[in-house]
Nanobody, 116 residues
């Protein structure tokens, strides 16, 4: 059964930090590059961070220097450490394989709100 369960979001002040977690079923996780995506209000979903099965990482310009993606292959879990958060980081954050093809299953996401 396909499963993606994101958690760790919340309300945080500008400059604060959050650590997101995503528990994935083995069929999705094993051997695949995984990424964190986000959808801000009124905008399309965008990819913000990627980690390959071997641990190489890449980031969108919006997250470089502030976000760190990691994975625990033994737990089928991917993480996103977000520091120095800005109001423009407000979005629903999702994890999934990279690339995410049209029609692929998405979890419920986790809401991140950055506001004073």
């Amino acid at each position: 059964q396909v499963q993606l369960v994101e958690s760790g979001g919340g309300l945080v002040q500008p400059g604060g930090s959050l650590r997101l977690s995503c528990a994935a079923s083995g069929s999705i996780f094993s051997g695949h590059a995984m990424g964190w995506y986000r959808r801000a209000p009124g905008k399309q979903r965008e990819l913000v961070a990627v980690i390959t099965s071997s641990g190489s990482t890449n980031y969108a310009d919006s997250g470089k220097g502030r976000f760190t993606i990691s994975r625990d292959n033994a737990k089928n879990t991917v993480y996103l450490q977000m520091n120095s958060l800005k109001p423009e980081d407000t979005a629903v954050y999702y994890c999934n394989v990279v690339p995410a093809s049209t029609g692929i299953y998405w979890g419920q996401g986790t809401q991140v709100t950055v506001s004073s």
